[in-house]
């Protein structure tokens, strides 16, 4: 009975996230959109000026696009991570927020289907670009596309869980900008996902440093290996201790009173 | 006249500004409790601790032999609440609105259709459930509000200024409708107003003031001991005083 009503809710949580996706055609879009930007115009200038040398998990020498892609995969999960946020603080703002929370279900198993929910909706976005991506010439191993999938769901929970927890932290749906400036283009850029490490100790000793501390620079990482059939063990372990503590601290941070304090506080 | 829901000893504070200070309200079982205020007289305050979106500070709300400090979840399973500010998705639509709800409440999505499809063929919504929220007005949101409040068959049906914003005749819809379901389904309800039209002096009525209640009783009853002929005399009597002397 008890399961049954938790199952029931988590049904509900990822059926609107999906409702939702849908009536949001052009999030889909440009969910898709920026990194075949990436993979289709950013590349073609830059496979020139960045050679990839023979790298785990590539066994041999390979083009600059198939290099980016799993990180533009995690750009996905990236961005709609933060989605999650913004929609959380939107919900907020316009009241139906106090539907979720009025359920009789506890809030944390509630927060546990949101994040999961949004992972689901992450993997289709994630698993359109790898077909588009495979059009374009970029062909990982066929099984690697089934490989990469826990390494994609747990990316998807680490980034979900991020955007939630910020999501606890954000007041108004203006201050979202900032989560774009510095959140998603640091955590980006200051990781292995367009560039090799090696390449950035070339150019900067503290920048490489600051890559290897961000934990999106493990996910791209575990993504990598994954859609290659190979296990990083490493970034394994700091993908899922990054996640758990950012789950825990999104469940711990979500208070009810800030979410809800605009309308009664006149009262 | 049995309690439905008591609230007991409640004080709520922001900082250092009181909401709520000592308050007593008991819900009679099956009636339309009317809970009369002027804006900022804590209604709001008190729905929040109600629906848990607060933590109570201080006292007690029991339903029954649930206390909402000590087993807030079955208390809530129990209660169906309309906000003053709308709380529908308006980009989906009316029957997505209403299995959400239920899914989070545990019903399964045939028992939500089924139970839906009833509900709102009472309140005349039947042809409009797969329209998009957004495109209903006023008081069609609200009739699908109090569609969804009814989801899960609550014992309580509280509603927060459920009225406010809508034409009189959207009102007057509304109010009737509530009504109903006291005559014939005994639900108890509690209907916070600022609007007295929408009292009858038969109702169960609580007059609250600066957090603080100031009159409790049948309406009629609460009227004579003041020495007035209408709840309108009295509840600018009992707040305009207060106005004085604050």
Redesign the interface.
């Known amino acids: 009975m008890i399961l049954?009503?938790?199952l029931?809710?988590f049904?509900?949580?990822v059926?609107?996230e999906f409702?939702?996706f849908i009536?949001q055609r052009s999030r889909f879009l440009s969910a898709l959109v920026r990194p075949l930007l990436w993979l289709v115009v950013f590349a073609a200038g830059f496979r020139a000026a960045l050679g990839v040398a023979i790298i785990p998990p590539y066994a041999t020498y390979i083009t600059y696009e198939t290099y980016i892609a799993p990180g533009l995969c995690c750009m996905i999960l990236l961005f709609n991570g933060m989605q999650s946020s913004l929609s959380m603080v939107y919900d907020r703002e316009?009241?139906?927020?106090?539907?979720?929370?009025?359920?009789?279900?506890?809030r944390s198993w509630?927060l546990i289907s949101k994040l999961l929910a949004i992972a689901l909706i992450s993997l289709v976005q994630v698993y359109a670009f790898l077909a588009i991506a495979w059009l374009a010439g970029v062909e990982p191993p066929a099984l690697g596309l089934i490989t990469a999938l826990p390494a994609l769901i747990l990316v998807a929970l680490l980034l979900g869980s991020i955007g939630l927890f910020l999501s606890a932290r954000i007041r108004q749906l203006e201050n979202f900008a900032g989560v774009m400036n510095f959140v998603i283009f640091p955590m980006f850029f200051l990781s292995s996902a367009l560039y090799p490490l090696w390449k950035m100790r070339e150019s900067s000793e503290w920048l490489y440093w600051v890559c290897q501390y961000n934990p999106f620079t493990h996910a791209v990482e575990l993504v990598r290996f994954a859609l290659y059939q190979q296990l990083n063990l490493q970034a394994l372990a700091i993908t899922l201790g990054t996640t758990l503590v950012f789950a825990t601290l999104a469940v711990i941070s979500f208070n009810?009173?800030r979410?809800?304090r605009a309308?009664?506080?006149?009262? | 006249m049995t309690i439905a829901l008591q609230i007991d000893s409640v004080s709520h504070q922001?900082g250092q500004r009181t909401?709520l200070d000592n308050v007593n309200i008991g819900l009679v079982e099956g009636q339309f409790n009317a809970l009369l205020g002027p804006?900022?007289?804590?209604?709001?305050?008190?729905?929040?601790l109600l629906?848990?979106?607060?933590?109570v500070q201080q006292g007690e709300i029991r339903l029954g032999d649930d206390s909402i400090n000590r087993n807030p979840?079955?208390l809530?399973?129990r209660?169906g609440?309309v906000?003053?500010?709308?709380?529908?998705?308006?980009?989906?639509t009316v029957m997505?609105n209403l299995?959400?709800?239920?899914?989070?409440?545990?019903?399964?999505?045939r028992e939500i259709r089924r139970r839906a499809a009833a509900e709102l063929e009472w309140l005349g919504l039947a042809d409009r459930t797969k329209d998009k929220v957004r495109s209903l007005n006023g008081g069609h949101r609200r009739r699908v509000e109090i569609a969804r409040a009814l989801l899960h068959r609550p014992d309580i049906l509280l509603l927060d200024e459920a009225s406010a914003g809508l034409d009189v005749a959207s009102r007057q819809a509304i109010n009737k409708a509530v009504r109903q379901l006291c005559e014939e389904r005994g639900l108890t309800v509690l209907w916070a107003t600022h609007l007295l039209e929408e009292i009858s002096l038969d109702d169960p009525v609580v007059i609250l003031h600066r957090g603080r209640v100031l009159a409790q009783g049948i309406g009629r009853d609460v009227c004579q001991q003041s020495d007035e002929t209408s709840l309108d005399a009295l509840f600018d009597r009992l707040t305009s005083a207060k106005e004085v002397t604050a």
Request: no cysteine; charged share 15%.
């Open positions: 049954n009503m938790y029931h809710a049904t509900g949580v059926k609107r409702w939702r009536q316009m009241g139906s927020m106090k539907v979720l929370l009025m359920s009789p279900v506890p509630l009810p009173e979410t809800v309308a009664p506080a006149k009262a | 922001y909401a804006n900022g007289a804590g209604k709001s305050t008190l729905f929040a629906t848990r979106l607060y933590r979840r079955a809530l399973a209660l609440v906000f003053q500010q709308s709380t529908l998705d308006l980009d989906l997505q299995e959400y709800h239920g899914a989070l409440h545990g019903l399964s999505t």
